[in-house]
Nanobody, 120 residues
């Protein structure tokens, strides 16, 4: 059983910064990728950033590229999402996800989600 525990989030004004963290436990298998998805009210869930645990290869959606940074702590199955220059359109519930890298686009394991609110 894989568990993902998220922390961080909250409310901030536009232009501000927030950091999200996620720690995975359990049998995550090999070639682990972890990612952050988000879902705004009335919108579909979208992937915003991902990372290959170990090698460190990263992915960013165009909407967050240059503003968000995903990283992982060496030797640990935990990731951090540093969000800078936040915009009101970044407001959403952010979910941590994990699976093998081949399946990270439709991951099996999800966290409970954390709310991020960005006011103008």
């Amino acid at each position: 059983q894989v568990q993902l525990v998220e922390s961080g989030g909250g409310s901030v004004q536009a232009g501000g910064s927030l950091t999200l963290s996620c720690a995975a436990s359990g049998d995550t298998g090999s070639q682990l990728c972890m990612a952050w998805f988000r879902q705004a009210p009335g919108s579909e869930r979208e992937g915003v950033a991902g990372i290959y645990i170990g090698p460190g290869n990263t992915y960013y959606s165009d909407s967050v590229k240059g503003r968000f940074t995903i990283s992982h702590e060496k030797g640990k199955k935990s990731v951090r999402l540093q969000m800078n220059s936040l915009k009101p359109e970044d407001t959403a519930i952010y979910y941590c996800a994990a699976d093998s890298c081949a399946r990270i686009a439709t991951p099996k394991h999800w966290g409970q989600g954390v709310q991020v609110n960005v006011s103008s």
